[in-house]
């Protein structure tokens, strides 16, 4: 047996079943979480299977040694533009790739051998159809939710939020109110805290109580965080979930082989450019794969850096601002000391040591890669888990400033470019980040709890 393989032949005893099928929600910030523990588990010897929907198709020439399923959605190209539009999609992925994917299924079970050979499926804590129709063919399903252990009970406390009046949003006043039930949040930093209509909360609610049904009904819960970051609210996912095996084995993207799974083509040329900067004076900006902003945003968030005088990478996603570009005499003002790029290769420019700050959008995945690389963060949140991942950032972890909802403003973005990069507070921040660093490095390493998590989680899916 290969060091690291799936232990599945103890003498006697049957053989064990090594192929892992997967199904990601089709969305970046779901499908690198995905790949990375899809990755993780080809290592350890399982063979893989990924079906997926043909929206945001996976390129399977990446991973060739991967089996892939692609399953017809009959859905739209183009991603969803609203926060809106995004929940109602993936009801929609549920709904369309449901029928598909049970006769795709049943015809990968009827193979020969197959039953003997199909250990689970791994599905997003978001594809609750096809957990579903998973368990009526009779394969044992795993949950991944690719967001915090913090949100996940969010998720969990929603309905008892909802039942206090904590949500749906009343009045802006009840924003700063503490949540008792699930400190540090304030109620701006809920799930569905921006619902602007009573469709838009009833969304949210159904999104998330599927989701927890998802997990609840499963055979074991996979997130891609680790004890040193969330102690306090893996303990109590586990009180909560009592029965169903939770796995904290992130950062998933530190602990996988390497093998890219972006959508985009991520421009490498910009490492180079990170490597002619001075050591930590570089803030790196990127909103993520759904987020979007309005032109006026986009304008003064420009504006604010270009103040700032703070050298800067830009990973400016062709349609973040809905077609609107950077304002005219930008490039000028910023000449020499800024480069823009439409997608980069985040996780490794957050770990360039060149990289001092990152302006993102709060998304889960940038949060840990940003915590990963040590590097303080600046998080203007838009929607669903930002919130809440941006309240950690500044209040828990300490490692950043959250600019809060509103219009954007240039002066208050030059404030907080300079407060991050410079001066002993900005100094703080980074020491904190770097302290993150070396925890996220110590759960990945030999004995380190997310290592640890692996092995178990290895044993659990071979013993299904
Ligand atoms: N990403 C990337 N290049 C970019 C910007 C983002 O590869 O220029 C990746 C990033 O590394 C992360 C994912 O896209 O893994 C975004 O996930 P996240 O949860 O942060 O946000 P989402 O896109 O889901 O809002």
Known sequence: MAPGEANTATAGAPARRRRVLLFPLPYQGHINPMFQLAGLLHARGFAVTVFHARFNAPDPSRHPAYGFVPVPDGLPAGTPETVAATMEHILAVNTSCEAPFRERLAALLAAPGARDEVACLVADAHLLALVRVARRLGVPTLVLRTGSAACFRNFLANPVLCEKGYLPVGAESQLDAPVRELLPYRVRDLMGANSRSRHEHELMCELLSRAVEAVRSSAGFVLNTFDALEADDLAATRRDLAGVPVFDVGPLHKLSPASSSSLLQQDRSCLHWLDAQAPASVL??????????????????????????QPFLWALRPGL????ALPDGFAAATGGRGLVVGWAPQEEVLAHGAVGGFWTHGGWNSAMEGACGGVPMLCRPCFGDQMGNARHVEHVWRAGIALDGGVLERGAVEAAVRRLMRGEEGEGMRGRARELRSRAAAAVADGGSSRLCVDKLVNHILWL
């Open 321 to 324: 601002a809905r077609g609107a």
């Open 284 to 309: 790196y900006i990127s909103f993520g794969s759904l987020a979007s902003m309005s032109g006026e945003d986009l304008a003064e968030a420009a504006w604010g850096v270009a103040n700032s005088g």
